[in-house]
Nanobody, 124 residues
Framework: QVQLVESGGGLVQAGGSLRLSCAAS????????LGWFRQAPGKEREFVAT????????YYADPAKGRFTISRGNAKNTVNLQMNSLKPEDTAVYYC?????????????????WGLGTQVTVSS
């Protein structure tokens, strides 16, 4: 069974940086797509960024463009989200998501597997 485990969340001041990591296990990830979503208190879960395993194509939500970078990690079956120039509105629980499909997906329904999330808090 596929499992996704996030790490790297925490408290940071506005303008700072954090690096989130997601470790995937329990499956064959040669064609998977992994992504990041976030959910702020009182708001719906929203797409942040995604990367395909084949070709390493990436796609970002507008709030993430130019500040966040998604990449495959050096460790096998890991994906990272480097977040720079963080803003208080980036405060949310960040979730790693995975799908067996090898195409870009930005909707919650595009992903079958989910981690439990990691809290990111940006203070002003």
């Amino acid at each position: 069974q596929v499992q996704l485990v996030e790490s790297g969340g925490g408290l940071v001041q506005a303008g700072g940086s954090l690096r989130l990591s997601c470790a995937a296990s329990g499956g064959t990830f040669s064609s998977y797509t992994l992504g990041w979503f976030r959910q702020a208190p009182g708001k719906e879960r929203e797409f942040v960024a995604t990367i395909t395993w084949i070709g390493r194509s990436t796609y970002y939500a507008d709030p993430a463009k130019g500040r966040f970078t998604i990449s495959r990690g050096n460790a096998k079956n890991t994906v990272n989200l480097q977040m720079n120039s963080l803003k208080p509105e980036d405060t949310a629980v960040y979730y790693c998501a995975g799908t067996r499909r090898s195409t870009i997906g930005t909707a919650i329904a595009d992903y079958e597997y989910w981690g439990l999330g990691t809290q990111v808090t940006v203070s002003s």
